[in-house]
């Protein structure tokens, strides 16, 4: 297993035996997660892309669609959380720091020992040079 697999956060559970295969997940999902098999003639999920916005949930006609947040996760203790956790692996595969926003409702992320890593993208020129100037300290403490 390599450093690219991360175990899916949510998993679709697909009823069989209230499929009707009308295929309208298929239709409605914007991350293509559900695609039919022609070979077996069964439905598909690619569990990976969700981010369970329960959209293939509340279109299926038959109800057959669940989607649940998987008890499989990366194992937590003081230092680490789970979100941090995987952050690091995708920095890992993908050798870059993933980029923040200020509409990110998320804690800044705080590394070993308080080490703040916030990566922003900045524009090159600036789009404003007066209230985007760009300074790079390093704090080491005592």
Known sequence: MSI???YPE???IRNDSRCIHCRL???QCSNEIHRFDAERGILISDETKCVNCQRCVSFCP???LKIVKS???LRENANWQNDTIQEI???ANSGGVLLSSMGNPKPLPVYWDRILINASQVTNPP???LREPMETRVFLGK
């Open 127 to 129: 789009i404003d040079p």
């Open 25 to 27: 997940c298929e239709r």
């Open 10 to 12: 949510f998993e679709v």
């Open 62 to 64: 038959t109800r057959a």
């Open 4 to 6: 690219q697999f991360i």
């Open 71 to 73: 008890n499989c996760a």
């Open 89 to 91: 692996y995708k920095q």
